[in-house]
């Protein structure tokens, strides 16, 4: 009989492969999507339409194909090798979330009163001093409602890497299905909820910290 806590120790495990996912998607996505919506709002039309073209494909796509893709095509398509599985995923993950979030960011530069741009302006502000001294931290104050939920989606999302075998704690409580065990299953709920609750918590003192741009 496999007891609770070799259970909680086998789901822990899991979930330090889930919360590495989570960690770095955000490292890399949150950069890459404030580049991703710069290159959206380009006045190159060239590039904007390139940009846009990739966002619609990626947030018109579901994220399993898209693992299935990064992870066996290299191989099957290109004949190179293939990816490390986690690397996949994080690769998929990166580009997934930088694409919905260079769009939360595009929503709120545009939600920017275009006449602080113009008082900069007229200041004698660059474009790269207006965005970093006046647009950047009410964009922040904005975003964080919207990014708040992307991130607690992202943390379910991790359980899509299973399909290409790595062990995140989803499949490490489906494990126990095969030793008559159903309830660890379950229990995983109990790890998702106790990571969202504290992210919700953490975004929500963050916001109050950015009440003062209301």
């Known amino acids: 009989m496999v007891s609770f806590w070799s259970v909680t120790a086998s789901l822990a495990t899991g979930l330090i492969t889930t919360g590495k996912l989570f960690f770095l998607t955000l490292v890399f996505a949150l950069p890459l999507g404030l580049l991703i919506c710069f290159g959206s709002m380009s006045r190159f039309p060239p590039l904007r339409w390139l940009v846009k073209t990739a966002v619609w494909i990626v947030r018109g796509?579901?994220?399993?194909?898209?693992?299935?893709?990064?992870?066996?095509?290299?191989?099957l398509l290109l004949g190179l090798p293939l990816l490390p599985r986690f690397t996949a995923a994080l690769v998929t993950f990166v580009i997934n979330y930088a694409c919905y979030f260079s769009e939360i960011y595009r929503g709120g530069i545009q939600s920017i009163p275009r006449g602080q741009y113009e008082a900069g302006q007229v200041l004698g502000m660059r474009r790269s001093q207006i965005f970093f001294k006046v647009t950047l931290l009410q964009l922040v104050k904005r975003i964080v409602p919207p990014m708040g939920n992307e991130m607690i989606t992202l943390v379910k999302d991790t359980a899509l890497v299973r399909v290409i075998s790595v062990y995140e704690i989803i499949w490490m409580g489906e494990s126990f299905i095969r030793k008559g065990m159903m309830w660890p299953l379950f229990y995983t709920a109990v790890f998702y909820l106790a990571v969202n609750g504290l992210l919700t918590l953490l975004l929500g003192w963050f916001e109050k910290k950015l009440s003062y741009f209301k």
């Not at 994220?63 to 095509?73: A, S």
């Open 61 to 75: 796509s579901p994220l399993m194909l898209q693992i299935l893709i990064v992870y066996y095509g290299p191989g």
